[in-house]
């Protein structure tokens, strides 16, 4: 087998990993996002501040049959890589998965990494985990379960109008006499952009993750900045709502949607209510705000995919009221080599 690292001004090349990634998506898992060559492309060549992506295909005898990435963070998770490992469906069961996996242990380490992180899709009954291969694959090589996932969709026009009218009055009944909404799209006003970064950045700390021991990474204004840009760049619209508390000016509440350009499929991004204001209703009222944003934004929205840890009460409580559906189950590996 050849592994070659794939320049990202290499569009080609690029493009035989895309599609082969997709077709390995499709064959196993079908309710995934679906996911779009130009912002794939565009935050490859733009990276992100203080990660790094590496992409590679893998070839037999010059024919394509995997793509593989490696990601590694330089600010935080020193120890660790994260790892991605596709197989063309039509190429499976030749070990070529394990010798692109042993590929990246190799290149992992090079960079000083002994921890690996890897996930894959499951059906939603814990009984038939073991029909996914990536399952299988990632047990026979001794990673271990960290986080389970549940995938979730809510279809746009699901939500009557009644039910989203009671929604909001509840959660603003709550909310609205110490909190106010503020809603934006791309870069945040300059007054919260600070406020942006540093909520933001608590993401690792405040949202559940089972047994994995991964850190946050802070992100500076300009790291946030830079990721926007690249967002923008590549036709992604971020949409969020924040809530201010009215007397301390104190940022309280956010939630981020993705919205690609002129694609029915929206992606859920952080949800979050810094720990001093929980409790208000703060998480169902920006989710409320920010459906509206999208409604009045983008008419072609149909869709929001969002991915929660099963153990995550709260978000998946507010997800259940606006009538978000289960899917399927994403699992989060985690193995340590040293
Ligand atoms: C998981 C995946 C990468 C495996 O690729 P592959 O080339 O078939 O893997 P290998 O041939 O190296 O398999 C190594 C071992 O994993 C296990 N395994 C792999 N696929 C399996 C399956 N469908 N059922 C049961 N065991 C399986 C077996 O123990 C296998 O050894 P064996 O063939 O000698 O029994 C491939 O199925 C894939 O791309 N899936 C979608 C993406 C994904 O889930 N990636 C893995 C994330 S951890």
Known sequence: MEITYIDPDDTTTLRLAFDLMQRAIQHDW??????????????????KPGSEH???????????????????NHKANLKSAFLDVFVDPDER????????????????????????????HTEL????????????FAQKHGFDIGLEVVNR???????????????????????????????????PPVDLKQAVAALTST?????????????????SVADREHITET??????RPMYTVACHRETGELAALTLLFVYDRLPDVYQGLTIVTPRHRGHKLGLWVKMANLRLLRREAEYA???????????????????????KPVDMVLEFQKKTE
């Open 203 to 219: 993401t690792m700390d405040e949202v559940p993750l089972g047994d994995l021991e991964l850190e946050s990474q802070k992100d």
């Open 54 to 72: 590496r992409y590679y295909l893998a070839r037999e005898q010059g024919r394509p049959v995997g793509a593989l990435t490696l990601g590694l």
């Open 231 to 236: 967002r923008l760049q590549s036709g992604v």
């Open 302 to 324: 149909q869709r929001i995919w969002t991915d929660n840890a099963d153990v995550n009460a709260q978000m998946n409580a507010i997800n259940a009221a606006m009538g978000f």
């Open 30 to 47: 079908p309710h995934s996002m679906p996911m779009d060559f130009r912002f794939y492309q565009a935050s490859y060549q733009r990276g």
């Open 153 to 187: 969709i809510f279809e746009v026009t699901d939500l009557s109008a009644d039910r989203e009218r009671e929604l909001t009055e509840r959660a603003e009944r709550s909310a609205a006499g110490d909190y106010e909404l503020r809603s934006f799209i791309g870069h």
């Open 125 to 136: 009954d814990p009984d038939r985990k073991a029909e996914a291969p990536g399952f299988s």
């Open 93 to 120: 069961r030749k070990g070529h998965g394990t010798a692109m996996l042993e590929f990246l242990y190799s290149e992992g380490r090079k960079a000083g990494r002994h921890t690996f992180y890897a996930d894959t």
